[in-house]
């Protein structure tokens, strides 16, 4: 089953820092981006899997990771209920993940469980609240995981 939401909202400001290290901060951990091991992660901690599918070049997906990403509630919410992981759609496991779920749009936003029989899609950037708001309907809406 498949659930696709669209989001577009314009950011009230773009922060052009460079993006904050995210080992450091309170937002968002991403787990390092190797789809088997996020699977085998996600199955272990029974919890689901939160995919960033990105591309470097695109300017609403550096929003995310500047803005929304580093977020403490964000962070707070997505590291208790999922294993998170970013995967640049034009290079490692990406390339395969692209094609498998016909990423066409970026960011595409996808939460999963970890076996991957129930996928809920969002596209576009988020803000931190929206953000928790898709990670809530999922939770709340998607066969748990026995």
């Given at each position: ?64 990771k ?10 707070e ?9 970013a ?14 779920y ?27 609240a ?14 748990k995981?026995?």
């Amino acid at each position: 089953t498949a659930m696709i939401f669209a989001f577009v909202t314009l950011p009230e400001k773009v922060d052009t820092k460079p993006a904050v290290n995210n080992k450091t901060d309170k937002g968002i951990r991403f787990v390092e981006p190797n789809w088997i091991k996020a699977i085998e992660q996600a199955k272990k901690e029974k919890k689901m899997i939160f995919v960033d599918a990105y591309t470097t070049w695109c300017g609403p997906c550096r929003m995310l990771k500047q803005n929304t990403f580093p977020d403490k509630a964000a962070g707070e919410f997505f590291n208790k209920h999922f294993i998170n992981i970013a995967l640049d759609m034009e290079k490692g496991d990406g390339l395969a993940f692209a094609e498998k779920y016909q990423i066409r749009a970026y960011p595409t936003l996808l939460i999963m469980d970890a076996d991957l029989k129930s996928t809920s899609i969002a596209e576009g950037y988020m803000n931190p609240a929206q953000l928790i708001e898709f990670g809530k309907y999922v939770i709340n809406n998607v066969p748990k995981i026995k």
